[in-house]
């Protein structure tokens, strides 16, 4: 049973332009959302991340948009830059001090970049 | 600031072999640590989790093992592995106090023939 799911396997931009990676989960109890971006043959770095109690959060040219009645999270960068290109993963977690930090990943989006 | 090791970066290992990955976390104490495993093409998924020394919490039935004799020292092992053990890797450690943010390590990239 997949919980956190990213659908797009894939995401190929033109430099400049935006990004958009989405993410849907069906665990109603997942309260803290967050992307990681993995390039090849590294461990996942964090990136942003957002409380269930906001609907965004930004960080320079990252932002992150959660509808909880949707059950849906987006990774948005702009502009987007050749350097981005990597595999995004989005996690999720339940309330703290209920599952001693576990997260769940989606299954990851490769995002390509072109100059 | 605190930095998270795995040794080795690559392990090839006949099948039937035993395995030992090694995970520490230096400029933090008490934290909570995580194997994670991805397989090509897949996501990460969670193989054990440790709040203290000597805990050990299992996520999924496997050929694998976990230990953390020591407060910022987790071990991934198998007596033999198998091919289906190939795979990626992962260790990560979270601060104790509340903070949902998990850091990784770089990995092992593990090719069992």
């Known amino acids: 049973d997949q919980q956190v799911k990213q659908n797009s396997p894939s995401l190929s931009v033109q430099e400049g332009r935006i990004s958009i990676l989405n993410c849907d989960y069906t665990n109603s109890m997942f309260d803290y959302f967050l992307w990681y971006k993995k390039y090849p043959a590294e461990g996942p770095t964090f990136l942003i991340s957002?409380?269930?109690?906001?609907d965004k959060n930004e960080d320079g040219r990252f932002t992150v948009f959660l509808n909880k009645s949707a059950k849906h999270l987006s990774l948005h960068i702009v502009p987007s830059q050749p350097g981005d290109s990597a595999v995004y993963f989005c996690a999720a977690s339940p309330p703290q001090g209920t599952s001693y930090g576990k997260l769940t990943f989606g299954q990851g989006t490769i995002l390509t970049v072109h100059p | 600031s605190q930095t998270i090791h795995q040794w080795p970066a690559t392990l090839v290992q006949p099948v039937g072999s035993p395995l030992s990955l090694e995970c520490t976390v230096e400029g933090t104490s008490n934290p909570n640590l995580y194997w994670y495993r991805q397989a090509a093409g897949r996501g990460l998924q969670l193989l054990f989790y440790s709040v203290g020394i000597g805990q050990i919490s299992s996520e999924v039935p496997q050929n694998l093992s976990a230990s953390r004799p020591q407060d910022r020292q987790f071990i991934l092992s198998s007596k033999k592995l198998l091919l289906s053990d190939s795979g990626f890797y992962l260790c990560?450690?979270?601060?104790?106090?509340?903070?949902?943010?998990?850091?990784f390590g770089p990995g092992t990239r593990l090719l069992v023939l």
């Open positions: 990560a450690w979270r601060p104790r106090t509340y903070q949902e943010t998990q850091y």
């Open positions: 957002i409380s269930s109690i906001k």
